[in-house]
Structures are given as structure tokens and as C-alpha cells.
């Protein structure tokens, strides 16, 4: 099928296909690029502590303990 | 007045975008006897600074005497983490005394933190320049 006869039937799709008929495309080109793209069901680690509060005040600590001694 | 020291931001991911660039600074932990050239992420988010595991191990340091637990936050929060106290030397700088959270992470970069690397160090980011300079704190530019 060429575009020239696609284009009239993607017009035809309703909007939420439209939308996911843009996604599939996006994805196949990301994939052929070698671009690597973010799964739903895949974990993604967060290796940054952020707002690690206790763990930065235990330090503080230690570090204090470890200024005072000789 | 100490001139900083400017690095270059290294690429985290070789053959991708300029996006794939992060500020690693090159410094020296000793520990005792032990003493080990790495490169740290400076990471602003991070309340701490984080040692994986490997690198504690070869500065010397045994789990078993640590006894300050740390709990982390985000990936980290599910693995057990001790406090260690390392001297770490940046460039020609004095070495100062760091706080670490020691993971038992093991494929995790090493991290520079608020606690308290941030805390002896004044960094200055040109990220559009790919560039970022260190000097010691308490110095006015």
C-alpha cells in the first residue's frame, strides 16, 4: 500500500487511533535509530538519595565526632 | 586567593548525544594505608555523598566495623548502608575529610553529595560549556 493510499484511511481513523498509530511510529523509527526507549513494565533505578535527611544528619555527626577527636 | 581548578564533563555513555555528558571529578580516597584514584559524580540532588561497594572494599574498609547504619533514599533505600569517613584529594588541593554513605550497592557510580562534598567544595557548573571548576570552600571569588 503507498502513502498515497494510506493518508485517506489514517483520516479516516478515529483521534485515539491517530494518537496510537503516531506512538507506533515514534517507537519503530526510536528502535531502528537504536535509540533506547523506556518500557512500562521495566525498572529504572534512582540512584540519587535525594532528601535523605536522616542519612545526612547521621554523617554530620560523624563527621563531628571525628573533627573532635585527637 | 586558590585559582579552581577547571575539568571537562566526561561522556556517561560513549556514541550518544552531548546530552550523555555528567560532571565526574577525578579525586583520590585514602583510607589508612589504602589509597584509590577514582572519578565521582558531583550530584546536587544527592543529600550525600555515596561509596559503592567495591571502592570501600579497596580503600580497606570492612562492613562488619562499620556499625553507623544509614538509611538511603530511591534505589538505594532497599540495600544496607554504613557511614565511613575516607580523606579525599581533589586536584593539588588539602585533602579534607568526607562523609560517606558506604552501599552494598555495587553498580552504582560513585557519588558526591551535599553531605558533604558540597560542603568542602565550591563548584561551579558552565554545563554549555561542557566545563566545571572546584576550588576549596571559604574562598570569595
Not at chain 1, 511510529?25 to 512500562?40: C, F, K, S, T, V
Not at chain 2, 565550591?122 to 554549555?128: A, E, L, N, P, Q
Request: net charge negative.
Amino acid at each position: 500500500m503507498s502513502l498515497t493510499e494510506l493518508v485517506p484511511a489514517v483520516k479516516m481513523l478515529p483521534r485515539a487511533d491517530k494518537l496510537r498509530l503516531m506512538q507506533l511510529l515514534i517507537i519503530d523509527l526510536a528502535q531502528e535509530e537504536g535509540i533506547p526507549l523506556l518500557a512500562a513494565e521495566a525498572e529504572y533505578p534512582i540512584w540519587t538519595p535525594l532528601n535523605a535527611f536522616d542519612a545526612a544528619d547521621t554523617l554530620l555527626q560523624m563527621l563531628q565526632t571525628h573533627q573532635a577527636a585527637p | 586567593m586558590t585559582t579552581p581548578v577547571r575539568f571537562a564533563y566526561a561522556d556517561a555513555a560513549a556514541g550518544r548525544t552531548d546530552g550523555s555528558r555528567l560532571a565526574y571529578v577525578p579525586i583520590t580516597l585514602r583510607h589508612e594505608a589504602h589509597v584509590l584514584a577514582v572519578v565521582g559524580l558531583l550530584d546536587t540532588g544527592s543529600t550525600v555523598n555515596v561509596l559503592p561497594y567495591p571502592l570501600g572494599f579497596q580503600l580497606g574498609l570492612v562492613w562488619e566495623h562499620q556499625t553507623t547504619q544509614v538509611q538511603l533514599t530511591g534505589s538505594l533505600a532497599r540495600l544496607p548502608a554504613r557511614g565511613v569517613i575516607v580523606s579525599g584529594q581533589v586536584a593539588s588541593f588539602p585533602p579534607v575529610a568526607l562523609a560517606f554513605a558506604w552501599t552494598q550497592a555495587t553498580d552504582v557510580p560513585m557519588i558526591l553529595g551535599q553531605v558533604n562534598f558540597f560542603m568542602e567544595f565550591d563548584v561551579c557548573f558552565f554545563r554549555s560549556q561542557a566545563a566545571f571548576e572546584v576550588k576549596p570552600k571559604g574562598e570569595a571569588p
